[in-house]
């Protein structure tokens, strides 16, 4: 049973970081972070399978990291934004993808299992 936790959600100014977590228990395979912007597609950010390779977004890469550490509940996956910029402004989720899903395109269909998600506000 997967269950993904977010946090560190908040109101940041243009130009400032932001660091979001994503606690994971259960099997875990694949975790990844994606945004969602009311109107627009849920958007991949990044993400890292159970061996270390790491994606991510193309609309971000300049900006935008993942990492994850290993702690005793389990696997923890950490966004790190930096440059923020208005449009960065969103629902931002964490999600969890089986062994054997194609994730390498961040297309949000190939996980199945979801937080509910933290607010960022870029202003």
């Known amino acids: 049973h997967v269950q993904l936790v977010e946090s560190g959600g908040d109101s940041v100014q243009a130009g400032g970081s932001l660091r979001l977590s994503c606690q994971a228990s259960g099997l875990v395979y694949i975790l990844g972070w994606f945004r969602q912007v009311p109107g627009r597609e849920r958007e991949g950010l990044g993400a890292i399978d159970s061996l270390g390779d790491t994606r991510i977004g193309e609309s971000v890469n300049d900006r935008f990291s993942v990492f994850k550490v290993l702690s005793p509940t389990g696997p923890r996956l950490n966004l790190q934004m930096t440059s923020l910029k208005p449009e960065d402004t969103g629902m931002y989720f964490c999600?969890?993808?089986?062994?054997?899903?194609?994730?390498?395109?961040?297309?949000?269909?190939?996980?199945?299992?979801w937080g509910q998600g933290t607010q960022v506000t870029v202003s």
């Open positions: 999600a969890a993808a089986d062994i054997g899903t194609r994730w390498w395109s961040l297309n949000h269909d190939g996980f199945t299992h």
